[in-house]
T-cell receptor, first 113, second 114 residues
Framework: EAQVTQNPRYLITVTGKKLTVTCSQN?????MSWYRQDPGLGLRQIYYSMNVEVTDKGDVPEGYKVSRKEKRNFPLILESPSPNQTSLYFC????????????FGPGTRLTVL | SQQGEEDPQALSIQEGENATMNCSYK?????LQWYRQNSGRGLVHLIL?????REKHSGRLRVTLDTSKKSSSLLITASRAADTASYFC??????????????FGTGTQLKVEL
């Protein structure tokens, strides 16, 4: 089944404790991205990747890192999480550039205490 | 600021009625997409309309695009309780720094009551 998977689905952590949210797609998509969703603000893009080893900042990249060493994986790293990063995070992928249909993962609900 | 802005923010209708949601955007676009999100879950693509298209249909969905007004509408006909969800438009700007990413609006929350 074609899908985007994220892990973990739920995470409660404390300020400053490094964490990684994994994202994997099995559709051989080139384009992958991370979004955060907050009430009243819609989805805001954090980082995106056009292909392996090619990443770029989205609208709200501060406090986040990403890497794209393999085509299927695009982990989101929070080196020192803070409470303002409490949010619902989505990974998405598409065949090529962002104009193609985006396939979204199920979401990761992160709480930083 | 958001490239896409949906209107209304919330909409409540009875089953069987039609639901219309609007999206306005600021800059010229390559295409506009509509997505649906059930509470707390991932977004699901509904329909894509290109800048040279004016209307598109998919099942009970009808999307229009007016590039002169920089606006789009999503019509759901004969709504069902299962249509209850949030609906988002997403735009991809022409050229420049906006060419590689979609920008989502804040969404319309639709509630269809029995």
């Amino acid at each position: 089944e074609a899908q985007v998977t994220q892990n973990p689905r739920y995470l409660i952590t404390v300020t400053g404790k490094k964490l990684t949210v994994t994202c994997s797609q099995n559709m051989n998509h080139e384009y992958m991205s991370w979004y955060r969703q907050d009430p009243g603000l819609g989805l805001r893009q954090i980082y995106y990747s056009m292909n392996v080893e090619v990443t770029d900042k989205g609208d709200v990249p501060e406090g986040y890192k990403v890497s794209r060493k393999e085509k299927r994986n695009f982990p989101l790293i929070l080196e020192s999480p803070s409470p303002n990063q409490t949010s619902l995070y989505f990974c998405a992928s598409s065949l090529t550039v962002s104009t193609d249909t985006q396939y979204f993962g199920p979401g990761t609900r992160l709480t930083v205490l | 600021s958001q490239q896409g802005e949906e209107d209304p923010q919330a909409l409540s209708i009875q089953e069987g009625e039609n639901a219309t949601m609007n999206c306005s955007y600021k800059t010229s676009i390559n295409n506009l997409q509509w997505y649906r999100q059930n509470s707390g879950r991932g977004l699901v693509h509904l329909i894509l309309i290109r800048s040279n298209e004016r209307e598109k249909h998919s099942g009970r969905l009808r999307v229009t695009l007016d590039t002169s007004k920089k606006s789009s509408s999503l019509l759901i006909t004969a709504s069902r309780a299962a249509d209850t969800a949030s609906y988002f438009c997403a735009t991809d700007a022409l050229g420049g720094g906006g060419g590689n990413k979609l920008t989502f609006g804040t969404g319309t929350q639709l509630k269809v009551e029995l």
